[in-house]
Antibody, heavy 119, light 107 residues
Framework: VQLVESGGGLVQPGGSLRLSCAASGFTFSYYDMSWVRQAPGKGLEWVSYISDGGGTIQYAGSVKGRFSISRDNAKKSLYLEMNSLRAEDTAVYYC?????????????WGQGTLVTVSS | DIQMTQSPSSLSASVGDRVTIGCRASQSINSYVNWYQQIPGKAPKLLIYAASSLQSGVPSRFSGSGSGTDFTLTIRSLQPEDFGTYYCQQSYITPYTFGQGTKLEIK
């Protein structure tokens, strides 16, 4: 299992950015996926979830209305469109394979991509 | 949102020690708790899911217990590679929240 995030960088407050996560080593279309972020020196914060077919999507309150999760199963890729970015969105963003049965957990994580929101 | 509170925030232990990390949920969450280890500069790694199920490939010295509001991660015989920060996480309801982390140092 390999997850490789890309698309991070420096963006001004109010700006936009699109993160990507390329998956390999497993059948991507069979698995739910999530984004989790970690501000510098801080703990982990779940951001968003998408089901295997894309039919179920959930967001943390802190990003709802500003971020949009999507996936392209043919390209084995997960995306996070981030708009109206704020300084508090500065973080390393991880994509995580998500196992959802009667409970949910994140069993594989990418190495992360750093998003810095600053003027 | 469900708050997950870990204790202690940090600890130092010796190789071979038995280490226990606690996690308390702000409301009952059945067994919907997972545990992760994060080494500095690396992504988190899943250790325990559903409170007590050992993730494939994780050494058996790691174990989890608890239900309701109180949960425990135990490392039976601490090894040098066990340093890092440990996080609990609830999956009972969104938003899926994490504890603040417990930083484990090896003496």
């Amino acid at each position: 299992v390999q997850l490789v995030e890309s698309g991070g960088g420096l963006v001004q407050p109010g700006g936009s950015l699109r993160l990507s996560c390329a998956a390999s080593g497993f059948t991507f279309s069979y698995y739910d996926m999530s984004w989790v972020r970690q501000a510098p020196g801080k703990g982990l914060e779940w951001v968003s979830y998408i089901s295997d077919g894309g039919g179920t999507i959930q967001y943390a309150g802190s990003v709802k209305g500003r971020f949009s999760i999507s996936r392209d199963n043919a390209k084995k890729s997960l995306y996070l469109e981030m708009n109206s970015l704020r300084a508090e969105d500065t973080a390393v963003y991880y994509c995580a394979r998500t196992i959802k049965g009667w409970e949910l957990h994140f069993d594989y994580w990418g190495q992360g991509t750093l998003v810095t929101v600053s003027s | 949102d469900i708050q997950m509170t870990q204790s202690p925030s940090s600890l130092s232990a010796s190789v071979g020690d038995r280490v226990t990390i606690g996690c308390r949920a702000s409301q009952s969450i059945n067994s919907y708790v997972n545990w992760y280890q994060q080494i500095p500069g690396k992504a988190p790694k899943l250790l325990i899911y559903a409170a007590s199920s050992l993730q494939s490939g994780v050494p058996s010295r790691f174990s989890g217990s608890g239900s309701g509001t109180d949960f425990t991660l135990t490392i039976r015989s601490l090894q040098p590679e066990d340093f890092g920060t440990y996080y609990c996480q609830q999956s009972y309801i969104t938003p899926y929240t994490f504890g603040q982390g417990t930083k484990l140092e090896i003496k």
